[in-house]
């Protein structure tokens, strides 16, 4: 299976800051990622696929980039809205995995 | 606009069995593969099955595989799982997702059905 690690696990950010996580492949997944942002008690929304493609309706304060087994996840200015957690999902092989998530805070 | 709505789910002892059935709106069901994605209290993601447009194709995660069974009825826009056997690592909320295939991600999600395994 592919595992995938994400880093830092909790990020605390205030509003307007410039917010970066990290996603790693334990093995090539081509740009086959997406991320999903999830908030208490809610299903996930997808923000991004392939790698750095941007889902409609999302703020293009969000942006992916990566290839190969390294990608990130940047909010260019974070926003009260922003404070949730961050998945990435690798759908290149099965079984699907994602990472283990990242909780953005309010610093 | 696309809507899934799941449903179904509930406190079930071990070794039980549920079916949950996920009702979608707002799209040409049958020209989809749809997912089922589960979250433990507290923890991350996991993938659990996925099936092919016209349910000819079927994955399963590894500690599921034998136990849940993946079905659709594009007659009724609907998709199902059925899950057997049912473990206390079982707990979770299911959420149905639209997409999962390659080159293809969860696109659209149900607000999930909880699911409780206890004695």
């Known amino acids: 299976d592919i595992q995938m690690t994400q880093s830092p696990s909790t990020l605390s950010a205030s509003v307007g800051d410039r917010v970066t996580i990290t996603c790693r492949a334990s093995?090539?997944?081509?740009?086959?990622l997406a991320w999903y942002q999830q908030k208490p008690g809610k299903a996930p929304k997808l923000l991004i696929y392939?790698?750095?493609r941007l889902e409609g309706g999302v703020p293009s304060t969000f942006s992916g980039s990566g290839s190969g087994t390294e990608f990130t996840l940047t909010i260019s200015s974070l926003q009260p809205d922003d404070f949730a957690t961050y998945y990435c999902?690798?759908?290149?092989?099965?079984?699907?995995?994602f990472g283990q998530g990242t909780k953005v805070e309010i610093k | 606009d696309v809507h899934l709505v799941e449903s179904g789910g509930g406190l079930v002892q071990p070794g039980g069995s549920l079916r949950l059935s996920c009702a979608a709106t707002?799209?040409?069901?049958?020209?989809?593969?749809m997912t089922w994605v589960r979250q433990a209290p507290g923890k991350g993601l996991e993938w659990v099955s996925n099936?092919?447009?016209?349910?000819?194709?079927?994955y399963y995660v590894d500690s599921v595989r034998g136990r849940f069974t993946i079905s659709r009825d594009n007659a009724k826009n609907s998709l199902y799982l059925q899950i057997n056997s049912l473990r206390a690592e079982d707990t979770a909320v299911y959420f149905c997702?639209?997409?999962?295939?390659?080159?293809?991600?969860?696109?659209?999600w149900g607000p999930g059905t909880l699911v409780t395994v206890s004695s």
């Open positions: 997702a639209r997409g999962g295939t390659s080159g293809w991600p969860f696109d659209n």
């Open positions: 707002g799209f040409t069901f049958s020209n989809y593969w």
């Open positions: 099936i092919g447009g016209d349910g000819s194709e079927k």
């Open positions: 093995q090539s997944i081509i740009y086959w």
């Open positions: 392939s790698a750095s």
């Open positions: 999902q690798q759908y290149n092989q099965y079984p699907w995995t």
